[in-house]
């Protein structure tokens, strides 16, 4: 039985800019939600659902077995889009833990899913998300490549501090290359998408500077990898030919 205290909320909607359709491509065989959903079921943690604006994609979702919620198309990101769905499915606030699981990490594995759940031991952490280290050059200066700074409070995990596109930290020592999956209490994801969006979120383009500006906690757990995100038609054909051999 999965945890009913967790909900694990995927956001998709077609008209992703450079690559408009997206959820639905093509990957070895399955549209890329389903991929997705597939790995969010596997984790075993929690209700699982796609949180959409589009019918189409939400057939594609139920007709593979998927629980699928609709949306309004006019949310200006997917933390709003969850929070939304997260007030459809489960108005009686039984869900404590609430997981944005990407649509576009069809590579991501269960167990990664999985790393967000232990900081929420510690009742005064607000938000959990993942990075990696980095190896090599072009990940660590690319402004496509967001870093995540912050102070060691345990085996593999750090007390996030901020994130910037910029190469940081200055100087010798590890830099880690931010994975966008985020995990909120049900109450700083209702805090967060009641704030404005803030000086440093609007400079940086990153909306997790909104909670590091209103004093939120992120613990950020690091992992062994960072899941191939799709953006553009080159990543659509890494994740198939990733996928082909799986």
Not at 37 to 58: K, M, P, Q, S, W
Not at 102 to 129: K, S, W, Y
Not at 205 to 232: C, F
Request: aromatic residues 4%; without cysteine.
């Amino acid at each position: 039985m999965t945890d009913p205290r967790i909900l694990v909320l995927i956001p998709a909607r077609m008209a992703a800019t450079r690559l408009p359709g997206k959820p639905l491509a093509d990957i070895a065989g399955l549209p890329m939600i389903v991929h997705v959903l597939r790995r969010a079921e596997a984790a075993g943690i929690g209700r699982v659902a796609v949180a959409t604006d589009t019918d189409e994609i939400a057939s594609v979702v139920t007709a593979h077995g998927g629980e699928a919620v609709m949306t309004r198309p006019t949310h200006p990101s997917g933390s709003d889009r969850i929070h939304e769905a997260m007030q459809k499915l489960d108005p009686d606030g039984k869900a404590e833990i609430v997981i944005n699981l990407q649509g576009d990490f069809p590579t991501i594995t269960p167990q990664t899913i999985r790393e967000v759940l232990p900081p929420f031991d510690d009742p005064a952490v607000d938000i959990v998300t993942l990075a990696s280290q980095i190896h090599t050059e072009e990940e660590d200066l690319a402004p496509s490549v967001v870093k995540a700074i912050g102070s060691p409070i345990g085996p593999r995990r750090l007390r996030a501090l901020y994130f910037t596109r910029a190469t940081a930290p200055y100087g010798d020592g590890p830099r880690y290359h931010h994975i966008g999956l985020y995990a909120y209490r049900r109450t700083a994801l209702e805090r967060f998408v009641s704030l404005p969006r803030s000086p440093l979120e609007v400079q940086e383009n990153l909306e997790q500077l909104r909670a590091v500006e209103a004093g939120m906690r992120i613990d950020i757990m690091i992992v062994d990898s960072v899941p191939r995100g799709v953006d553009t038609p080159p990543d659509l054909e890494t994740a198939r030919s990733i996928l082909s051999k799986s």
